[in-house]
């Protein structure tokens, strides 16, 4: 039983989700690049004394940091640190600069704030610094150990002038670091007042209440949903860039007593090239209560009251613990199917925690080069896709699976860079069909009014996002040129530094996710109105829905006949419908 009492409590924890997001909103408020500033490709925490997270987005990496800087932190100190191998993956490549800063109250320690962000280019073979083709993280940047940036208040000039000559966008960079730093300090101005307020000893008390209380919420969910026999799931990460694949991921999940269990053991060894993902025990930890606290209680707080609840087995050397010095910077192809392995183990012994498969990457998009002014530039912009279907409902359209991210407005794009945005749709029929539909990849064309080098990076252009529970796979993606000179080129979806010119279009699209239910089951109003907003097509509504469309109205009669007759050609439902897997077929 916690000493603070109740409602201290709740004033504690609201000031402390309040200082969270003021974090968020100092960083982009103050920050340069398009990446955090409009795409809020950042991720703040809050932690207690000892290190670990009361609030925020990902698990704490403080204690690691803080004893390979020999164990203390001193007021008016900041700690600047980039590479994953040395915070055992606590961020998870070269572009993430990660701050610390301890926080005193009249001379004792309470506290860390912490925050990390993606700057736009930290160096190595390509702009951008995800190189497809790296065989060594040497070639994607510079790596930066954990540094006081800055000591006793005294910012180090010659520390940040080594990690500034090593980007190809040294202001934007500078800028984003000393925001991240302010978003910090404002955490540290509210919990200096908290400390004011209600003096040290209840603060410390309540972070452990909080701390505690989400580690008893966690227990009671997974000892309802998690099953004691063991389910095993694989799925696929197309390739690694550099011919190598398909890369198999394997989830085997169980619980004893209070604790769920979550082994990878199975899954593929290190890629030769860079979609290794090197994951931090408790943040896949944390991964895993994000998950369950998503589907049944989205008021829990995510903490590392969590690790308590859950064990985790990473084989060494495999694409979730590659052995250094494996390349990193596209990890977000095995960071993001993670989830879709979740969602397989998970459903197949709990309906309510079923999801299908989704567009499982982050596709990325770089284009550099010279302005007409002798300028260099650099457009970095994270792409979305769909979201898988559920219990709850459709998956959503054209949406980034981090919940806090945004689009970057073509407006902006158009106004700093020689490129047009021509089009940006969802792609029909590309949402799996289902009682529940998948959602839908997009469509995004670029229109280049100037030269450059293109990079991409992207996935499940071979591997469909799946179905669930009756549900059909989605579709996959693809990229190609259409050349000034009308010619047309495919490109594969990881690949660097495509020379493009005045005239030529680049057009973009992202894989959609699988659905869940049976799409013989789904209101033919539901249907009809896909068809009208554009994202089904009146072929797939036939043919795959049994919904008869008649000047976009349902056909009842017509419907219910056909529904039958395709229910009786095709039989039950599949558990899962994992598309064309011709290529597994041919790898084995």
Known sequence: ????????????????????????????????????????????????????????????????????????????????????????????????????????????????????????DVGGKVPGSQVADARSIWEEGLRIPPIKIVEAGVLNEAALAICLNNSRTPEMN????????????????????????????????????????????????????????????????????LGNGPFGMTLTIWREGDVCHADWSGTDPQAEGSINFLIHEGLCKLFFGIYLIMAFDPEILFNDGIYEVFEVQLPEGSLLKPAFPAPLSNRLNVHTRFFDCQSGALGQKTPELAMAAGYGTSPSFVFSGTDERGEYFQLVELLFGGLPGRKRGDGLDGHSWWPL??????????????????????????????????????????????AGVVSIADDRALIAPWGIHGGSAGGTSS?????????????????????????????????????????????????????????????????????ALSGGSVDVEATATLRARIGAARGPAPEFDFGDREILEATA
């Open 1 to 120: 039983m916690s000493a603070v009492d109740p409602i201290t409590l709740d004033l504690i924890e609201n000031a402390l989700l309040n200082a969270r997001f003021e974090m968020d909103e100092v960083l982009r408020r103050a920050a340069m690049s398009p990446t955090i500033r409009v795409q809020h490709d950042e991720f703040p925490m809050i932690c207690d004394a000892r290190g670990r997270m009361v609030v925020g987005q990902f698990g704490s990496y403080i204690p690691e940091v803080v004893d390979r800087l020999g164990g203390s932190l001193d007021p008016g100190d900041v700690v600047l640190l980039n590479d994953p191998y040395l915070c055992r993956g606590s961020i998870s490549h070269l572009n993430d600069w990660l701050v610390v800063v301890p926080i005193f109250h009249e001379g004792e320690h309470v506290a860390y704030a912490s925050m990390f962000g993606h700057m736009m």
């Open 174 to 241: 500078r800028s984003d670091l000393m925001a991240l730093i302010a978003g910090c300090r404002a955490a540290e101005r509210r919990i200096v007042e908290l400390c004011d307020r209600f003096g040290r000893d209840t603060f410390a008390e309540a972070c452990q209440a909080l701390l505690d209380r989400t580690r008893d919420a966690m227990v009671r969910i997974v000892r309802e949903y998690i099953p004691e026999e063991k389910v095993t799931f694989t799925d696929y990460v197309d390739d690694d860039g």
């Open 405 to 450: 991210f945004r689009t970057t407005p073509s407006e902006y794009a158009e106004s700093y860079y020689p490129v047009r945005i021509e089009r940006y749709e969802p792609v029909p029929d590309s949402g799996g069909p289902g009682f529940h539909r998948g959602g839908t990849g997009i469509e995004k064309a670029y229109a280049f009014t100037g």
């Open 479 to 547: 990229k190609w040129l259409e050349r000034a000179d009308g010619s047309r080129e495919a490109l594969p979806s990881k690949v660097d530094s495509v020379k493009v010119g005045p005239g030529d279009v680049l057009v973009f699209r992202t894989a959609g996710a699988g659905g869940w239910g049976d799409p013989l089951e789904r209101p033919a109003e539901h249907v009809a109105k896909d068809v009208a907003r554009g994202l089904v097509t009146g072929v797939q509504a036939r043919d795959v829905y049994g919904v």
